[in-house]
């Protein structure tokens, strides 16, 4: 993958090559940005730029074979480390390597791939992913070996702060003494459960979201998407380019959130004064229970951005609005006065506690019966 490949970012682009073209390659570094905005790709460019000899035309007196290898990410002194789960191939200790077919075609078919997707290949089910031990000892196997090309070795770990702490304190090893030409490039989006002995021995590149111009154009030149059209799903994804991705595709999830979302608070309004109602906040519970966890916690941050939407809207700054529900008879304009300033920090704070109950293995249905019932008193609750 080239860095003329990659969407935005010109400034940290800018920086990388000068670290490489100067010799002076930090051991460990930490990419730190949303979904969507390229992290991965960056990293993987990066390391071709190094591992290829690259200079400023990327191909250009580098090395052909190498950047060849990069086409498949099957270069031998390239090592990926990401979250998985236990499935019917892999039945116990799942690690990266057992699942490095499934990682390169995911990667190549979408490098603005999110985690999510990536559960999504796995079939993680009720499952939660994770870093484990197992790749960190990996690694160290990796590592004692000479390199292939007589250069670096380079591993990128993503999603971090998905490495449990047997893990951690195994990579913090790693990168207390590092071996002679090695890079390891940690990425995330959320730099805050990475251990601080960690997040300090890395040099850290913040990544924004892209800009909506530069969405616009990619759909328009990569995607043959008219331009209009192309505008307005670059608004919709708020710096997401994989969002837009979805959005072009009309298979995105949100569709279904949506529908959900509605039922929600339908039921929520109904169930005021009405105990013949409770029985649609209970179903609505027993349905979204029986979903996966990792979707039960996606849905539930859908949730947190459509009321903050409905927020924005009410207190008129419609220029940060980009939600346009399809559900029929559904406006998020007359939605809006029920989100207000005496109800949408309790509701967050109840959102944001569910999802984290659930990621702790809460029984679902219990907690989402809970968040319902509360919902029910906020909605109603006045400015």
């Known amino acids: 993958m080239l860095f003329s490949s990659i969407l935005g970012h010109g400034h940290l682009i800018s920086h990388l090559t000068k670290t490489a073209d100067s010799g002076r390659i930090p051991h460990a570094q930490l990419f730190v940005g949303p979904d969507g905005t390229g992290t991965l790709a960056v990293a993987i460019a990066y390391a071709q730029y190094i591992l290829c000899q690259n200079n400023a035309g990327e191909n ?35 690690k990266s390597t057992d699942f490095r077919t499934e990682w390169r075609q995911f990667v190549m078919q979408n490098p603005y791939g999110s985690l999510f997707d990536w559960y999504q290949v796995l079939e993680v089910q009720n499952k939660q992913g994770e870093i484990r031990v197992d790749d960190a000892q990996e690694i160290v196997k990796l590592l004692s070996l000479k390199a292939y090309e007589g250069g670096y070795k380079i591993t990128i770990i993503w999603m971090a702060d998905k ?11 790693l990168l207390e003494e590092p071996a002679d030409k090695t890079v390891f490039i940690l990425i995330s989006d959320n730099e805050e459960a990475i251990i601080q002995t960690i997040r300090s021995r890395c040099q850290v590149l913040q990544f924004n979201g892209l800009p909506e111009q530069i969405i616009e154009n990619a759909l328009i030149s990569r995607e043959n998407i008219e331009a209009r059209a ?13 969002k837009a991705l979805k959005l072009v595709q009309e298979n995105s999830e949100e569709d279904l959130f949506e529908k959900w979302f509605v039922d929600w608070v339908r039921a929520a309004f109904r169930a005021k004064g009405n105990a013949s109602a409770i029985q649609d906040l209970l179903s609505w519970s027993e349905q979204i229970a029986g979903l996966g966890r990792e979707t039960q916690k996606k849905y539930l941050n859908y949730c947190i951005e459509m ?77």
């Open 60 to 94: 250009s007196n580098g090395n052909a074979a190498c950047n060849l290898k990069f086409e498949s990410l099957s270069h031998p002194d390239l090592h990926f480390i990401f979250p998985t789960v236990t499935t019917e191939e892999v039945k116990s200790k799942p």
């Open 230 to 242: 192309a505008k307005k799903m670059a608004h919709q994804a708020q710096g997401n380019y994989n």
């Open 163 to 173: 490495m449990n702490t047997e893990a951690s304190n195994k990579l913090l090893k």
């Open 307 to 383: 009321f903050r939407q409905a927020l924005l809207l009410n207190y008129q700054t419609t220029s940060l609005v980009y939600m346009e529900p399809k559900i029929e008879n559904f406006k998020l304009e007359n939605f809006a006065p029920f989100v207000n300033q005496s109800n949408i920090e309790a509701i967050f704070n109840e959102l944001s506690q569910a999802s984290y109950h659930i990621e702790r293995n809460g029984n679902a249905k219990l907690v989402l019966t809970d968040l319902s019932i509360k919902l029910t008193r906020l909605i109603h609750r006045k400015g």
